[in-house]
């Protein structure tokens, strides 16, 4: 599958399963635990993102040399610092519930899961025929 449309599938998939936990959070769950599902998911999406954006980028040169690793890697290591900073500052200050925080940082994951079993029932659903 070309990686556009599995990126472009897996953006839909982001959102509307970030929407779906933020609806029954919001109608069955405390506000502290909504905000943690939105800010979670919202965070996981836009890493998940940049980590996209920074891959596309160094192998779109077609050469990887030894300073574009150093890069990589800097910069993912600066991504991880920030995030543990915001989500340290979400949970000490109380502003969400660090259970629905962490429900929504695994946005990401429950759409990698989800189109990867869609993938493989397609793929045996074809060569069933």
């Not at 954006?53 to 030894?66: C, L, P, R």
């Not at 990401?108 to 029932?121: E, K, N």
């Amino acid at each position: 599958m070309d990686w556009k449309i599995l990126y472009s599938t897996l953006k839909t998939v982001n959102w509307l399963i970030l929407l779906t936990l933020s609806l029954l959070s919001y109608f069955f769950m405390s506000s502290p635990w909504t905000l943690g599902v939105i800010l979670g998911g919202l965070i996981t999406i836009a890493n998940f993102s940049l980590l996209q954006h920074t891959i596309k980028g160094v192998f779109s040169s077609g050469t990887i040399e030894k300073t574009v690793k150093v890069t990589i890697v800097a910069k993912y290591y600066f991504r991880l610092l920030a995030l543990g900073v915001i989500l340290f500052i979400l949970i000490t200050r109380g502003w969400v519930d660090p259970v629905g925080l962490a429900v929504g940082l695994s946005t990401v994951v429950f759409s990698i899961v989800g189109v990867g079993i869609r993938m493989a029932f397609k793929t045996t659903t074809r060569e069933a025929i």
